[in-house]
């Protein structure tokens, strides 16, 4: 585990591999009614009462998202899959394959520009997390795009279901990243994580601008302008962005908030590595 942890520190504070992985990675390239699906706020994760999670184990968490999201995008932006891009998806764990979703018909430049770059973003993050790891990255698990029945039906489902990835996503890594150890690791995870908010914040402008109404992923979510209670930012009454525990972010993505729960919603079959029980 240490020289993987070492590989880790390599990649992310070495400037010539950070160069290197750069030219590799461009090379190479909702509600309503489901209040039950979501589920309420959780006091206490599984992966804080785990002894031995590592940073490899926490990474492998975050790549699981990644590969959701970057399906997403990629789908609704091109009609392909990431692995029909040349974009790595084998690993450790149970390989599964990615079903649901269309191209999206966008309306507007700016929504469309917007689903492009951020599709790019995701491929890219996937690529980074996939060479950061080597030989420890988990394979994509299976995906399903449809699990909610929208997001890819016209403009205003997508900016619904893309609001719910990003800002669920931030939470994510918020909530992971006191388990981080390395502080090197840390620092290429915030990285990431600051991405993604910059994500959230255009997507949920957009859905203020076009006054989307969208009911909550969970207790902890603030939704954008249009919704009831709204506001611009995901922030609580301190200014402060909300965080999830990997246990809550599970109990999001499989649409089930049962203690132990290990696949629904998104991953029918469940996500790969260590951290997968809600």
Do not use: W
Not at 44 to 68: K, P, R
Not at 102 to 113: H, I
Not at 212 to 218: G, L, N, R
Not at 228 to 235: A, D, H, I, K, W
């Amino acid at each position: 585990m240490s020289q993987k942890r070492d590989a880790l520190e390599q990649l992310v504070s070495n400037p010539l591999s950070r160069r290197n992985f750069a030219k590799t990675a461009i090379g190479t390239g909702v509600f309503a009614g489901m209040s039950g699906l979501f589920g309420s706020p959780f006091g206490s994760s599984t992966v804080e009462a785990q002894s031995g999670v590592s940073d490899v184990d926490i990474l492998n968490f975050a790549l699981n998202l990644e590969y959701l999201e970057a399906e997403f995008y990629t789908v609704a932006v091109t009609g392909r899959r990431i692995a029909d891009l040349g974009i790595g998806i084998s690993g450790t764990g149970a390989p599964g394959a990615t079903t649901g979703g269309k191209q999206v018909s966008f309306t507007e430049a700016r929504v469309s520009v917007t689903a492009q770059q951020v599709a790019a973003d995701e491929q890219a993050h996937v690529t980074y997390l996939r060479a950061a790891l080597g030989s420890a990255a988990v394979a994509k698990p299976a995906i399903n795009l449809d699990a909610l029945g929208l997001g890819f039906n016209n403009q205003n489902e997508f900016i619904t279901l893309a609001r719910a990835f990003e800002d669920v996503g931030i939470s994510a890594y918020g909530g992971a990243a006191p388990l981080i150890s390395s502080k090197a690791v840390l620092a290429a995870a915030v990285r990431v994580a600051l991405t993604e908010a910059q994500h959230g914040a255009v997507l949920r402008l957009l859905a203020a601008d076009a006054r989307i109404a969208v009911p909550m992923v969970d207790g902890l979510d603030v939704p954008p302008i249009g919704s009831p209670g709204g506001r611009l930012f995901q922030v609580d009454g301190q200014g402060l962005s909300t965080i999830r525990t990997p246990s809550q972010v599970l109990a999001i993505v499989y649409a089930n908030a049962n203690a132990n729960a290990n696949a629904g919603g998104f991953f029918p079959s469940g996500v790969n590595g260590t951290i997968t029980r809600v």
